[in-house]
Structures are given as C-alpha cells and as structure tokens.
C-alpha cells in the first residue's frame, strides 16, 4: 500500500478554535493532530480566552498541540509550565508569524534574524525534555532572507525538538508570493529531525504532489485548504472523493456544532455571534455559488444567516 504521511490541521487564529477543531474531528475527521493558535504572554498574563481555548474539556476526542510564543526562556518556561498544568505532553513552538506587530520585536517569525535566541529556547526545550515533555517547532525559511534557516537550523538539530514544521515563505511576504520549493528541498536535505511540510495545500493531488517530491517528509500540516474543505485530511487518508451533496450535508452538520458552541460562548449577544459565524465563510468553501456567499455575508439578522445556511446544496 502506498506510504500515507501525518496531516495536521494548522493553527488559523480566529478560525480554528475550539469549537471549529472538535466540530471538524467529529464530523469529518481525517486530521492526526490539530494545533491550537498561538498562545502568549501579554501584558502581564496569558488572556482568559486562549486559557479557555485550550482546556482539555473544550477540545474532547482530540489530539491537541498547544502552540506557544515566546522570544525568552522565561517568558517561554511560564507558558509551558501552565500548558502542562492541563496535563498536556506536546508543545509547539511558534517561530512563524509574520505579523509586523509580532514580528518587528523579535517574535513569531521576527526571532528567525536571532539565532542565539534560537538557542536559549532550545536549552529550554532540552530541560523540559527531561521530564517527558516533547516540543516542535514551526517556523518559516527567514524573516527578512529565505536563508536566515541555515544558522537556526543547527541548534533545533542538535536539540531535542521532536518535530519541524515549515512554511516556506519568508515572514516580510506574509501570505503573498510563491512558497519557495527551492528552499524548501534544501531545508529538506540539511533538517535531522521529522518533517512536515505547510503551504499552499488545497487538494488530495496538492499532497501527494509534495509527498511524492519529499519521500522522507514526517507530514504535511494544512490550514486554508483544509479549512476551506473539510474533507481534505479524510480523503487523503481513504484515497476516496466525496461526492458534493455529501460534503454540503457535512459542512450543514459542522455549522450546526460550532453554531451551538458559539451560542453558548460568545459574549455581546445576537449581533457579536452573528459577525463571529459569518466571519468563518471568509475561508470556508471558497467555490460557494457567488450569489449564497454575499447572502450570508450580507445577513443582519442571525434568524436570516441561519437560514441561508441551512438552505446551502
Ligand atoms: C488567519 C490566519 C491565522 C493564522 N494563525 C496562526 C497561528 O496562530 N499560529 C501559526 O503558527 N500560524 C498561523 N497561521 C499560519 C498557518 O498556520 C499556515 O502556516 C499558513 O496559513 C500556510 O498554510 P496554508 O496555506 O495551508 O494555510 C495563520 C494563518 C492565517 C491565514
């Protein structure tokens, strides 16, 4: 049989919280393990809502990896240490955000200019390997160069790091331009620990492209495409196609779930929880006839959305 690699549902702030990760295990499944989006250190604590997010309770069924952000050891060993206070053994390490807020202080993919920070990160990792906790890190090729990589890569090889995922952008194009196979391949060649591969996925023939071009890649780690087709990480996996009206039936079953999630914990009432559903078709199946998207998007009444959702074939 053919070799089938690791999917994992990437980490979308905004997008892929709780209530959309166990909706998504529960009706479409497919995914090895989902990620959390970043969780950080922000005036003085960590925000009520990413602890809420990440509680086991909140995400059932699931194999979860908390996704942390931190530039220091310290900063780092106060997010890990309330990570595992949930009884979590995996973490990730963020060292991919583009945003130029995050970014410009040396955070996200702003600490990939910063190899020696690199390394007083991954002297952390290595103690709290130690006592059973394993790491990964997701990272782009650079901040500002697509080389930056080659004097970070050294020291999350010689760590304990269990696992490295990689986009292939550098963090000044955000989300524009092409990823950069190139580098990529070499990053492939020189990495010592299992990899997987994220950018610009959206089709079973997209993965088995990358999968067929990287034999020795660990996984691939999908985002958008996954969350604009639900049945991606399934389909893959099977090696089957789902036919449209059962995908319509599923992403009808999804909304329903995320919509009883959000009922009950959104605050500001109807008009909040209305803009927090719609804002999901921003990625959710990008081919929905023209006419459909703008009626949901337009809706000003949550009585209105619903019901053009629920008329979706
Ligand atoms: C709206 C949005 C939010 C994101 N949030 C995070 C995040 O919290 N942590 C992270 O590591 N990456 C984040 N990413 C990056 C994605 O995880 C992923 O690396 C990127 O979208 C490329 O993969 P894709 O083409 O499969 O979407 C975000 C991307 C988008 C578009």
Same mark, same amino acid.
């Given at each position: 049989m053919e070799k089938k690699v690791k999917i994992f549902a990437a980490p979308l702030q905004g997008f892929t919280e709780s209530a959309w990760r166990v909706a998504h295990n529960e009706v479409f499944g497919g995914v090895d393990a989902y990620f959390t989006p970043f969780i950080r250190y922000e005036k003085g604590g960590i925000r009520n809502k990413d602890k809420r997010e990440v509680l086991p309770e909140n995400n059932r069924d699931i194999r979860l990896i908390p996704q942390i952000m931190a530039s220091e050891p310290e900063e780092m060993k106060t997010l890990v240490d309330f990570i595992i206070s949930l009884g979590y053994k995996e973490i990730d390490l963020n060292m991919g955000c583009p945003f130029p807020l995050i970014a410009n202080r040396g955070k996200g993919s702003g600490i990939l200019q910063y190899p020696e920070k690199v390394t007083a990160l991954m002297d952390c990792v290595n103690a709290y390997s130690?006592? /059973?906790?394993s790491f990964s890190?997701?990272?782009?090729?650079?901040? *500002?160069?697509?080389?930056?990589?080659?004097?970070?890569?050294?020291?999350?090889?010689?760590?304990?790091?269990?696992? *490295?995922t990689v986009h292939p952008r550098i963090g000044k194009q955000q989300y524009k331009g092409e990823v950069d196979m190139e580098a990529f391949?070499?990053?492939?060649?020189?990495c010592r620990k299992p =990899?997987?591969?994220?950018?610009?996925?959206?089709? *079973?023939?997209?993965?088995? %492209?990358?999968?067929?071009?990287?034999?020795?890649?660990? /996984?691939?780690?999908?985002?958008?495409?996954?969350?604009a087709d639900g049945s991606l990480a399934a389909c893959y996996k099977n090696g089957t196609e789902m036919e449209r009206d059962e995908?319509?039936?599923?992403? %009808?079953?999804?909304?329903?779930?995320?919509?009883?999630r959000y009922s009950?914990?959104?605050e500001g009432g109807e008009a909040q929880l209305l803009l927090k559903m719609k804002s999901l078709w921003e990625y959710w199946l990008p081919e929905l006839d023209k006419k459909k998207r703008k009626a949901i998007h337009k809706a000003n009444k =949550?009585?209105?959305? =619903?019901?053009?959702?629920?008329? =979706?074939?």
């Open positions: 130690d006592d /059973g906790i890190v997701k990272m782009r090729l650079g901040q *500002v160069s697509a080389d930056e990589w080659k004097d970070i890569l050294p020291a999350i090889n010689n760590s304990e790091v269990k696992m *490295v391949a070499e990053f492939y060649n020189e =990899l997987v591969y994220n950018g610009d996925l959206c089709s *079973v023939a997209d993965i088995n %492209r990358v999968v067929e071009k990287f034999p020795y890649l660990y /996984g691939v780690m999908i985002g958008r495409g996954l969350f995908l319509y039936f599923k992403v %009808r079953r999804m909304h329903s779930i995320i919509y009883e009950e914990t959104i =949550l009585s209105v959305y =619903l019901k053009e959702v629920e008329e =979706l074939r």
